[in-house]
């Protein structure tokens, strides 16, 4: 049988070879709860410590601004409620934008039932938000601004580095989902001014179930987790050693491996681009187009076709990709991305995400050229007969 052909690593990773190394010894004869005292504690501690470090490092952090979560989800609802409830003294308004994960959309929802007023930024035909947007958003009862670093369905990287110096300017709290960008886009917070940014580590090898939130020292937060004096006292639960170690190993072979796995993951989503729109009559290219679109990303839309059944006319060829986002798929209301870049709903059915990653090679790209077309074909003649 031949391999299957995985073009999905926007919905998660294959761990790495470094997170697995450092993950084994803590699923087998090492273990220690990393708030005790004896010698176990302090291994588990050392583990710890030492992935703050790493992740610290990555985004040009102080390690005691890193706090571990259980992945991207709990990190953007922490960020928003946690900043949301520890600034409601100063007002009650929040500016995000239409395309932000749900994540970060479904938490504001559930603030505005609280008595939070949220600014939803509409984006351009691109996925695109533009920074006076948001200045012009500001009021004076503004107390966070939350803008996805890069949007996980079309690829759309944000320019989040002059939103900040924006919301620096006015002494808005600034928080960045950086979960889709993290390792194809450099991140820092001394750049974007960010106070807050989320990462989730299977979206960069590393173990499902871990992520970090930075939190900018002095920044004011309630915790969302009560409990023990876990993580500075912000965050109780007792650390996920094995995963929170893989988290640190893999940051930083993501950060090593980078320019070189941009580089190739950048010509091959190009010739995946180029080839589909050369091959395949009536579709459309989501998100833009070159250096503002994350490396590993191709987003498309086939007029006439369900996007479901391209879907599973794919799997059935050995090609795992996605209809849209992971979180969405299975359900059948249209993309909140594609509407909000103002696709009509025949587009918007026919969509289907191609992402690529460390592992993707030349052959696979072309494998799906040569199968794609057909299928789009096929399934436009069963519609048309
Ligand atoms: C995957 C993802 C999340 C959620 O992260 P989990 O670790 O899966 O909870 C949040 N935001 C973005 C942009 C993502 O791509």
């Known amino acids: 049988m031949r391999d299957r052909i995985y073009l999905d690593y926007a919905a998660t ?25 004896h010698g176990n504690g302090r291994e588990a501690r050392k583990a710890c410590e030492k992935a703050r470090k790493q992740i610290a490092e990555a985004i040009g952090a102080e390690p005691n601004e890193i706090y571990f979560t259980s992945g991207g989800s709990e990190s953007d609802n922490w960020a928003v409620k946690g900043t949301a409830f ?30 939070f007023s949220i600014t939803y930024l509409p984006v351009d035909e691109e996925g695109w938000i533009s920074p006076e947007q ?18 996980n369905e079309i690829g759309t990287i944000e320019p989040v580095d002059e939103i900040g110096k924006i919301a620096r300017h006015y002494r808005i709290p600034f928080h960045t989902d950086a979960v889709q960008a993290i390792g194809s886009v450099p991140i820092s917070c001394q750049n974007t001014g960010a106070d807050l940014i989320s990462l989730s580590a299977h979206k960069f090898y590393g173990p499902q179930g871990v992520g970090a939130l930075y939190i900018r020292s ?67 290219l989501n998100g833009p187009e070159g250096d503002r679109r994350l490396p590993g990303n191709c987003h498309f839309s086939f007029d006439g076709i369900e996007g479901e059944a391209l879907l599973l006319r794919l799997d059935l060829a050995g090609i795992a990709c996605s209809g849209g986002s992971a979180c969405t798929s299975g359900s059948p209301s249209p993309s909140h991305v594609l509407d909000a870049i103002g696709l009509n709903p025949s587009m918007m059915n026919g969509s289907l995400r191609i992402t690529l990653g460390r592992h993707t090679t030349r052959d696979e790209i072309d494998e799906v050229l040569n199968v794609l077309p057909e299928i789009v074909q096929q399934l436009r003649c069963m519609r048309g007969s």
Not at 14 to 27: D, E
Not at 136 to 148: E, G, Q
Request: aromatic share 2%; net charge positive; hydrophobic share 40%.
């Open 13 to 37: 990773t294959p761990l790495g070879n470094a997170a697995r190394t450092a993950m084994l010894p803590w699923l087998g004869d090492l273990f220690g709860n990393a708030s005790s005292v």
């Open 86 to 115: 520890a600034h409601q003294k100063a007002g009650n308004h929040i500016i995000t934008t239409a395309i932000e994960h749900h994540a970060i959309l479904n938490t504001c929802k559930w603030l505005e039932k609280q008595g």
């Open 134 to 151: 948001v200045e012009k958003a500001i009021t004076n009862r503004t107390i966070l601004i939350s803008v996805m670093t890069a949007n």
């Open 218 to 284: 002095g920044l004011k937060i309630e915790p969302l987790i009560h409990g023990g004096n876990q993580e500075r006292g912000l965050r109780a639960g007792t650390n996920n050693v094995a995963g929170i170690a893989g988290m640190g190993a893999a940051i930083s072979e993501c950060m090593e491996a980078a320019p070189n796995v941009n580089r190739s993951v950048r010509e091959y989503r190009d010739r995946l681009i180029r080839g589909i729109i050369e091959r395949v009559p009536d579709c459309r």
